[in-house]
């Protein structure tokens, strides 16, 4: 900037940020929304791998996303639920848990196919769920609050997004955000949901090797071996794809999962147990996704009238989720008088939103 001669009066008119925020960059205080970053970038005429060092810091967000379909995570994905991150720590210090005790993890998280039968059946024994009964939503939600995570459900709608779900850990509190997309298919949402506990129960798993590990978890906890060899009894005397494909989605809906889960579920016992197979193969997705057209999303079940207003939605989230989440920012809002821009970025909402919520909190 002093080789260009340019202040920070500025570089914040032209990127359409106050001073105060481009001080607050320049002195490490904050950093900027990806696209901000970019215009900053652009008028310094500097790359990003010269004007951002990448962070050595053991305390810096750990971050994972649930991505939808074929979509790529870009830099500027991590970057924005990083900066989520350090702005998150704000709330950490105002939720209600233990400051004394740390939250349990598993020691040494693996895909093992035995191994994760021997998770699924610790967790099913200490919420009292036998192996051949479905988890319920209920269940899901009271291990989040165990292990010191905060449910963040948002409206992102079905398209808008890069990811259905965001996963955020922070090291120096130990605490973990969920964000979780209410604008899904039920069955998806409750398999999401037991993704990102996955990812709670092994936060040093980073990449591909913790989102693997996530979905298996989340398999193995709804749809464990005991299940998955009932189905396979079952199926064993069914003969004919279409009539099987109906029993499995029969199995489903007992469940409140989707169809994919327990095929692949009976794919894998058949491999582990050396035992004919049974599953339907790929003709398993038209199937799962004519299977839940039959079901509303959450937000369709939650709220008799789309969009909610604030009031509803932030009582959704503390009925529905038991999340502190909206405790915790209302503290935050009522003692900082903090702008609708800090829940913007927080939420990944519209500003207008943002600042509905922000009233609602005051």
């Excluded at 350090?86 to 400051?99: G, I, S, T, V």
Aim: hydrophobic residues 40%; proline residues 6%; contains cysteine.
């Amino acid at each position: 900037m002093q080789e260009q001669g340019l202040n920070q009066a500025w570089i914040a008119k032209e990127i359409g940020v106050t001073r105060a925020a481009v001080t607050k960059w320049l002195n490490l205080e904050d950093f900027p929304r990806p696209d901000k970053l970019l215009k900053l970038g652009i008028l310094l005429k500097l790359s990003f791998k010269q004007l951002v060092k990448e962070s050595d810091d053991p305390m810096e967000p750990v971050v994972a996303f649930r991505r939808k379909g074929g979509r790529k995570t870009t830099q500027d994905h991590l970057e924005r639920a990083k900066h989520m991150g350090m702005l998150l720590r704000h709330l950490a210090a105002l939720l209600p848990f233990d400051q004394l005790a740390l939250p349990a993890t598993l020691r040494n998280p693996k895909c093992s196919y035995r191994y994760l039968q021997q998770v699924a059946e610790k967790i099913r024994h200490e919420i009292n769920i036998p192996t051949t009964k479905p988890v319920q939503f209920r269940d899901i939600i009271d291990q989040f609050t165990q292990l010191h995570a905060v449910i963040v459900p948002v409206l992102w709608g079905d398209r808008s997004h890069h990811e259905n779900a965001l996963h955020i850990h922070l090291p120096d509190s130990m605490t973990t955000w969920v964000y979780l997309n209410l604008d899904s298919n039920i069955h998806d949402f409750k398999f999401w949901m037991a993704h990102e506990l996955g990812h709670v129960y092994a936060p040093a798993l980073c990449g591909d090797a913790g989102e693997d590990f996530a979905d298996a978890f989340a398999q193995t906890l709804l749809f464990p071996e005991a299940s998955a060899q009932a189905a396979h009894d079952d199926l064993s005397n069914i003969r004919g794809k279409g009539a099987r494909i109906n029993r499995i989605k029969d199995i489903a809906r007992e469940y409140g999962i989707s169809p994919t889960t327990v095929n692949l579920a009976l794919k894998e016992y058949a491999r582990e147990r050396g035992v004919e197979s049974v599953d339907v193969g790929k003709d398993i997705y038209p199937a799962s996704m004519n299977f839940n057209k039959e079901f509303n999303t959450v937000s369709g079940l939650l709220f008799p009238q789309m969009p909610p207003s604030a009031k509803q939605y932030i009582s959704a989230c503390r009925e529905n989720f038991q999340s502190p989440f909206f405790d915790a920012l209302q503290r935050y809002v009522r003692s900082t008088n903090v702008s609708a821009g800090f829940v913007e970025t927080v939420l990944q909402l519209p500003l207008r939103d943002a600042m509905e919520i922000v009233e609602e909190l005051r």
